[in-house]
């Protein structure tokens, strides 16, 4: 096995690790929020400016699909639909204060639980994981192209 492969291997193995402890906040949040509809509030937390169209297309999902994830958080009132005042074709994706909150929390959990591993290394260790994350984050900056890292098939959520 060469050396890039273990590398690869040895990244791969730390995500993993990675997405159980924001796992462990994000499955303390209540009410409970599955993660294909968390994506979404973030989606459209980000930015104010999102209607469906660009939903699905951010997602790389048919636009039913999308439609779905937003019929579900509505439901639970966690999302509404409102006319763009600029053309009332158009339905801009908005959150409610529930929504704001619940995104809230879930960042202090998991800064929370994140803080509680990274107590757990050393300063040096810290630093060292601090600059080569800013790295990885650069060099996979260079790499996205105009269909980005998710490919360019349309998949459901």
Do not use: H, K, W, Y
Not at 106 to 131: I, K, W, Y
Request: charged share 30%; glycine share 4%; aromatic share 0%.
């Amino acid at each position: 096995m060469d050396r890039d492969t273990d590398i690869a291997a040895a990244v791969e193995s730390t995500v993993d690790s990675l997405v159980s402890v924001l796992d462990t906040a994000r499955l303390a949040q209540t009410p409970a929020v599955p993660p294909a509809q968390l994506r979404v509030l973030a989606i459209v937390a980000a930015n104010r400016q999102t209607n469906m169209s660009r939903l699905a297309e951010t997602l790389d999902v048919v636009p039913s699909s999308a439609s779905r994830l937003c019929d579900r958080l509505e439901a639970t009132g966690l999302l509404r639909r409102v006319p763009d005042p600029r053309d009332r074709r158009e339905v801009r994706l908005m959150l409610t204060p529930a929504a704001r909150r619940l995104l809230d929390q879930l960042r202090e959990r998991r800064r929370q639980v994140l803080g509680d591993v990274l107590d757990r290394m050393t300063p040096t260790a810290r630093q060292e994981l601090v600059r080569a994350l800013e790295a990885f984050a650069e060099a996979a900056r260079d790499d996205e192209g105009p269909a980005g890292a998710a490919g360019a098939g349309l998949r459901t959520a």
